[in-house]
């Protein structure tokens, strides 16, 4: 705030000092007007015009760029949003998963493991557990 009130302290100094220099008398004539002024008026009457055409061109494209970042900005928060529902849907799956998932050493209750499946071999030896002697050698 400060600095811009220096720097406009700084080019109305500088605006005065212009003025005080070209203060010689000037004609200026457009088609059937007629304008008699100093030099200093005349400039910076032509400097405000220039500077009013180009806000006049310039406004278009900055309003089409504010409403594009407002539009983008929406769009951020809605997909954050949509972000935040899919994380809590992820984790609301992943409590259902654990609670209806079978622990993998859920045993019998001796602190042994069940096995998941039973071998054909054990099957036809009437062995309940394969561990219990190594397998045959097959030559």
Same mark, same amino acid.
């Given at each position: ?47 405000? /015009?220039? %500077? ?7 406004? =278009?494209? !900055?309003?089409? &760029?504010?409403? $594009? ?23 609301? /799956?992943? %409590? ?7 622990? =993998?050493? !859920?045993?019998? &209750?001796?602190? $042994? ?27």
């Amino acid at each position: 705030m400060q600095l811009l009130l220096i720097s406009g302290i700084a080019f109305a100094i500088a605006a005065v000092a212009f003025a005080l220099q070209n203060n010689t008398p000037v004609t200026v004539a457009l088609a059937l007007w007629q304008f008699n002024g100093s030099l200093a008026l005349v400039l910076i009457m032509a400097l405000g /015009l220039g %500077a009013l055409i180009m806000a006049f061109l310039s406004s =278009p494209a !900055a309003i089409r &760029g504010q409403w $594009a970042a407002s539009r983008l900005r929406r769009q951020v928060a809605d997909l954050e949003r949509q972000v935040s529902e899919q994380q809590t849907r992820n984790h609301e /799956l992943v %409590a259902e998963l654990a609670r209806l998932s079978p622990t =993998p050493d !859920a045993g019998d &209750g001796d602190g $042994a493991t069940n096995k998941p499946y039973v071998g054909l071999r054990s099957i036809l030896a009437g062995e309940t557990d394969d561990l219990a002697r190594p397998p045959p050698d097959i030559r």
